[in-house]
């Protein structure tokens, strides 16, 4: 079975700009989940969707908002980039949307912000 | 607040030896503990998982340990080989069957392995 993938997987944009990341989760999983990850801040929780609707979201800004399609597949975008926007930013997929079934994460998208 | 803290920050061991990489948690309630993997510009990968009423759990040669009591988990590692050079991070769950939003990330532990 296909793991989760993400697309791109490295990325360079300038302040201000915006930015669209996919995420495509394994076959069956309708739970995806993003985060962020820095060397200073470590995992942070963005936002997660289930079934196409939003259940849970992050303390980060309005700038970052996402998505799910009918198939699963996620997609986040950041607006108006910012310096501190650059990060590893990692997609997870799961069969359900509770914390009891295991996540299963993508390779990461390499964003940086100029 | 919920807080889960990982030592040390950094490790450096030769092939072949064995390590110990701790996890102390002040979640409370406490749900289950996950160890994951995480390979440089890559995404984690889950190693264990225990639940609040589990002491150990075995994966090849990594084993978690986990004291509810003292609310401290380890992940030894037997026999280190080069390809367990990685990040190595620490997940708390402080509910039960709650959100994703809900687990607490350590800030993990980086061990470099070398020949």
């Known amino acids: 079975k296909a793991g989760v993938t993400q697309t791109p997987r490295y990325l360079i944009k300038t302040r201000g700009q915006q930015v669209t990341l996919s995420c495509s989760p394994i076959?069956?999983?309708?739970?995806v989940s993003w985060y962020q990850q820095t060397p200073g801040q470590g995992l942070q929780f963005l936002f997660e969707?289930?079934?196409?609707?939003?259940?849970n979201k992050g303390n980060f800004p309005g700038r970052f908002s996402g998505r799910q399609f009918s198939n699963s597949r996620s997609e986040m975008n950041v607006s108006t980039l910012e310096l501190g926007d650059s990060a590893l930013y990692l997609c997870?997929?799961?069969?359900?949307?509770?914390?009891?079934?295991?996540?299963?994460f993508g390779p990461g998208t390499r964003l940086t912000v100029t | 607040k919920n807080q889960v803290e990982q030592s040390p920050q950094s490790l450096i061991i030769l092939e072949g030896k064995n390590c110990t990489l701790q996890?102390?948690?002040?979640?409370?309630?406490?749900?289950?503990l996950r160890w994951y993997k995480q390979d440089t510009g890559r995404g984690p990968v889950s190693l264990t998982i225990?639940?609040?009423?589990?002491n150990t759990k075995s994966n090849g040669r990594y084993t978690a340990t986990l004291d509810a009591d003292t609310k401290q988990s380890s992940l030894h590692i037997t026999a280190s080989q080069l390809s367990d050079s990685a990040s190595y991070i620490c997940?708390?769950?402080?509910?039960?069957?709650?959100?994703?939003?809900?687990?607490?990330f350590g800030a993990g532990t980086r061990l470099a392995v070398h020949p």
């Open positions: 996890c102390n948690y002040t979640v409370s309630p406490f749900s289950n």
């Open positions: 997940v708390v769950s402080p509910t039960f069957s709650g959100g994703y939003n809900k687990l607490i």
């Open positions: 997870a997929s799961s069969l359900g949307d509770r914390d009891t079934y295991e996540q299963y």
């Open positions: 076959s069956g999983h309708r739970s």
């Open positions: 225990m639940t609040f009423s589990e």
């Open positions: 969707y289930f079934s196409e609707t939003q259940r």
